[in-house]
């Protein structure tokens, strides 16, 4: 649905990038907080440079989210004029707030900028609940951590290829997200 609004906003960026509805691609939220246990130092070093992806992504879905927001009061504002000018050409003979109420929230074009709202919402709270899992797994971390600082994981000693371990790490979510992802379908 290409075109101008009576605003001058393009519809289809409307509904797909200045809005943000589009879903963000780089976002795996199941492989982002998978902890491996056996890597504990590399999920650290991971750890904070994940929450501020998210909470980059949070501030962007709130922007988003305000902005349908303030579209859907546009919208309005424009269908409210428009009645007020012209009653007759929505099927009013008497002009009451009620009345053009109800004409505006059937309107297509409210639909349609109410739908973007509920979109861009739906986004936003993915991504505060995403942030405050992010969150959980930093005290994760920190437990497991304690826990292995008391031995509770101990075994024999052997040195670490850091670079080789991050990569089998990569493979093992994966796999394992794999695996979840066909037992859920």
Known sequence: MAGKSVIGIEKTAQTNDSLGTNKNKDMNYEKDLYIDDQSLEL?????SMLFMKYARYLAETRRTTDEAKQYIEIVKAELDKAIRENPG???LEKVTDKAIDAIIITDKKY?????IYLEAKYESDMASNAVAAFNMRKE???NLVKLNGQQYFS?????RDIHWEREEKAKRTESKIGKTLNRNR
């Open 43 to 47: 999920e650290w070093l991971d750890q």
């Open 89 to 91: 050409d929505f099927g």
């Open 155 to 159: 075994g024999p000693k052997v040195p």
């Open 111 to 115: 639909k349609e900028a109410y739908q």
């Open 140 to 142: 994760a971390l920190e």
